[in-house]
């Protein structure tokens, strides 16, 4: 079992930056990779961003690639996500999620990898 909450969300202006936090607690942290995710209204849940166990290794969609950054802090059981250079179309709820399933620096990048989730955090960038 993982828990996990994120915090860090808000209301930014297109082009700032903000940084989401995920904490984790439960099962051992670092014997998970981590991803990111998100959902706008009327759309499908899709993936933004996943870092390996030991970190060595991270994947991002392309529409982030560039902009946004993917950290772990395997002592604190805590993931980031740096988001940078904000676009209005970057306004969804952004979760993170534990995949329990990966091998040591590998990742998987589709929901269905994810057997845990937090609760999400509300990012709106206005134009």
């Known amino acids: 079992q993982v828990q996990l909450v994120e915090s860090g969300g808000g209301l930014v202006q297109a082009g700032g930056s903000l940084r989401l936090s995920c904490a984790a607690s439960?099962?051992?942290?670092?014997?998970?990779?981590m991803g990111w995710f998100r959902q706008a209204p009327g759309k499908e849940r899709e993936f933004v961003a996943v870092?390996?166990?030991?970190?060595?290794?991270?994947n991002f969609a392309d529409s982030v690639k560039g902009r946004f950054a993917i950290s772990r802090d395997n002592a604190k059981n805590t993931v980031y996500l740096h988001m940078n250079r904000l676009k209005p179309d970057d306004t969804a709820v952004y979760y993170c999620?534990?995949?329990?399933?990966?091998?040591?620096?590998?990742?998987?990048?589709?929901?269905?990898?994810?057997?845990?989730w937090g609760q999400g955090t509300q990012v709106t960038v206005s134009s």
């Open positions: 870092i390996s166990m030991s970190g060595a290794r991270t």
């Open positions: 999620a534990a995949d329990v399933s990966a091998y040591p620096d590998t990742y998987n990048t589709d929901t269905k990898s994810y057997r845990y």
């Open positions: 439960g099962r051992t942290f670092s014997g998970c990779a």
